[in-house]
T-cell receptor, first 109, second 113 residues
Framework: RKEVEQDPGPFNVPEGATVAFNCTYS??????FFWYRQDCRKEPKLLMS?????NEDGRFTAQLNRASQYISLLIRDSKLSDSATYLC??????????WGAGTKLIIKP | GAGVSQSPSNKVTEKGKDVELRCDPI?????LYWYRQSLGQGLEFLIY????????KSGLPSDRFSAERTGGSVSTLTIQRTQQEDSAVYLC???????????FGDGTRLSIL
């Protein structure tokens, strides 16, 4: 079993819709959690950290469920520019980052 | 401001040759990471430097891979006797310390013929 698992997608979503995807992690001792966004043939860029109480940044909401060992990302009022691959990242107790393979999101006009 | 700088941006070389990839982190960032990303895959951790501590080499796939970080700044990733499976994008990242999010360079796209 992979340490960090994501649905590879693609998720095909009409512009303006709300979309959510999850990421599960296997190590219950994981300390920190992040969502990165990666555009095609580009480097990953930090989208947001994920806090225990959940956090929101504009149209983006991230949540952590430690009991079930998953994090989620919700995007409201999706834009064409949201099309990208979203990478889930988990920092383990050794401060090493474990990366998911990403979920591809395609926003259609 | 200046971000993480990697060179070259693209490298094409023949199987069996040695290659050197360079990363210049953001000034003042003590942590530096190397990853590689194969087509359609997530990032694979290779090696991590934190200040003057011994690097965490646990992700290096074979002894053909090595990395140095001179003076706590610039890092070089060296791949000896390259193989076709080494073809990937090699990404470097730096952060102010291990608890801070990482800032990535544009990567080096390595193609082994």
């Amino acid at each position: 079993r992979k340490e960090v698992e994501q649905d590879p997608g693609p998720f095909n979503v009409p512009e303006g819709a709300t979309v959510a995807f999850n990421c599960t992690y296997s190590n219950s001792a994981s300390q920190s959690f992040f969502w990165y966004r990666q555009d095609c043939r580009k480097e990953p860029k930090l989208l947001m950290s994920v806090y225990s109480s959940g956090n929101e940044d504009g149209r983006f909401t991230a949540q952590l469920n430690r009991a079930s060992q998953y994090i989620s990302l919700l995007i409201r009022d999706s834009k064409l520019s949201d099309s990208a691959t979203y990478l889930c990242v988990v920092k383990d107790s050794n401060y090493q980052l474990i990366w998911g393979a990403g979920t591809k999101l395609i926003i259609k006009p | 401001g200046a971000g993480v700088s990697q060179s070259p941006s693209n490298k094409v070389t023949e199987k069996g040759k040695d290659v050197e990839l360079r990363c210049d982190p953001i000034s003042g960032h003590t942590a530096l990471y190397w990853y590689r990303q194969s087509l359609g895959q997530g990032l694979e951790f290779l090696i991590y430097f934190q200040g003057n501590s011994a690097p965490d080499k646990s992700g290096l796939p074979s002894d053909r891979f090595s990395a140095e970080r001179t003076g706590g700044s610039v890092s070089t990733l060296t791949i000896q006797r390259t193989q076709q499976e080494d073809s990937a994008v090699y990404l470097c990242a730096s952060s102010p310390d291990i608890n801070q999010p990482q800032h990535f360079g544009d990567g080096t796209r390595l193609s082994i013929l």
